[in-house]
Nanobody
Framework: QVQLVESGGGLVQPGGSLRLSCAAS????????MGWYRQAPGKERELVAS???????NYVDSVKGRFSISRDNVKNTVYLQMNSLKPEDTAVYYC??????????WGQGTQVTVSS
């Protein structure tokens, strides 16, 4: 099972940008579908963006046009570029690696806070 470590979170003002990284180890990264989820206080975890092993991407409507997911199969890393951040983007962001039919793997999460 692949191990995941997120980085890049922090405090940013509204309208600012952050890039999250998720480094994978212990598995064949290129065959996994990768996703970024987030969980705000008192809310359920939601899928923000995903990228398939072939590079196809999907986004939740609330981040379309602002966030971009990408992967580097040489560096075994998936990224989430977040632009035009809003206070409602504040959450803990988690990286996920999925390979049907096996259980998916989760990172420990990284806090993103958007506030002036």
């Amino acid at each position: 099972q692949v191990q995941l470590v997120e980085s890049g979170g922090g405090l940013v003002q509204p309208g600012g940008s952050l890039r999250l990284s998720c480094a994978a180890s212990g598995g064949t990264f290129r065959i996994y579908a990768m996703g970024w989820y987030r969980q705000a206080p008192g809310k359920e975890r939601e899928l923000v963006a995903s990228i398939s092993s072939g590079g196809s991407t999907n986004y939740v409507d609330s981040v379309k046009g602002r966030f971009s997911i990408s992967r580097d199969n040489v560096k075994n890393t998936v990224y989430l570029q977040m632009n035009s951040l809003k206070p409602e983007d504040t959450a803990v962001y988690y990286c996920n690696a999925a390979r049907v039919p096996y259980p998916s793997s989760w990172g420990q999460g990284t806090q993103v806070t958007v506030s002036s």
